[in-house]
């Protein structure tokens, strides 16, 4: 067998053992802060603060996406929302927890919550650069550049 059969013939076996592992994914729970500390605060850290320089905080800073047009929406499609594991009611929920505990004073600047429908219409959607993407809102927000980047 040539070397590159080899690479198949293993990816193969990845593949194959792969697949069973998926009775292994970590539940979703009835508890919606449960919900973030399995599938989001593993990164963002139990109180949102983030992990400076690598994952951006959410406590008092998730609300600013909600100071200016386009920023709900730009939400739910970061791609750490959009590949999580939650069910698309799951994920809302979660979305929304973290608006009302994360989001400080801008919280009541929140139209309406988040619905399942809404994540599945972002999930279709990934943002294809997310950095521009971000930075151009945060101009449009008027949110400095020295604090819209800080992570
Ligand atoms: C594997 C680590 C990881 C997980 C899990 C994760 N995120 Fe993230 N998240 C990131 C990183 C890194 C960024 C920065 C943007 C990027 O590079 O994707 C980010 C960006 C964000 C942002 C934008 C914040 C900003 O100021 O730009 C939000 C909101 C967010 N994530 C929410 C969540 C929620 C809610 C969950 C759980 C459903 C979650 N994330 C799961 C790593 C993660």
């Given at each position: 067998m040539s070397a590159g059969g080899a690479v198949w013939a293993g990816a193969g076996l990845l593949l194959a053992t792969a697949f069973p592992a998926a009775a292994l994914d970590r539940p979703?729970?009835?508890?919606?802060?449960?919900?973030?500390?399995?599938?989001?605060g593993g990164c963002h850290g139990l109180?949102?603060?983030?992990?400076?320089?690598?994952?951006?905080?959410?406590?008092?800073?998730?609300?600013?996406?909600?100071?200016?047009d386009g920023g709900r929406e730009l939400l739910l499609r970061f791609p750490g929302v959009t590949n999580s594991q939650l069910s698309d009611a799951g994920l809302a929920a979660v979305m929304n927890w973290c608006v009302a505990r994360f989001g400080g004073d801008d919280r009541s600047a929140a139209p309406a919550p988040?619905?399942?429908?809404?994540?599945?219409a972002a999930r279709s959607e990934p943002l294809l650069n997310v950095r521009v993407s971000r930075a151009a809102f945060m101009r449009r927000a008027g949110v400095p550049a020295d604090e819209a980047g800080e992570y």
């Open positions: 979703e729970s009835a508890d919606v802060a449960q919900n973030y500390v399995l599938f989001c109180d949102g603060a983030g992990v400076r320089h690598r994952v951006p905080a959410l406590r008092d800073t998730v609300g600013r996406f909600l100071r200016a988040y619905t399942a429908a809404e994540v599945r």
